[in-house]
């Protein structure tokens, strides 16, 4: 999510980071310069599921399945179809 973050991964041993989806093109070319200088090199996800969660931040599938999301084990709960809500909405935790 930040500079402090990719620095300290690169401390660790990390070769690779994903950057969170939210951020703009803009901090990705910021935090991107900073790996590179760590010599990390980034990755970003710019389509898939219309998660609910910030990047990273997601325990849904993890409390409903035991599948961690933030371990790419994502059950994706929020495209399952649940009991209409008052306006008719089978699926609340979908963004789409």
Known sequence: HNESQIEFLARIGATRVNLSREL???EI???TDV???CDV???VFVHGA???AFSGQC???SVSVGNSGNRGRCSQACRDE???TAMGNKHPL???
């Open 29 to 31: 070319k910021i935090l």
């Open 50 to 52: 219309l998660c609910i």
């Open 82 to 84: 649940y009991e209409p």
């Open 35 to 37: 790996a590179h200088k």
């Open 94 to 96: 979908n963004l789409k």
């Open 24 to 26: 703009n093109l803009t």
């Open 59 to 61: 325990y849904s599938s």
């Open 41 to 43: 090199l980034t990755e």
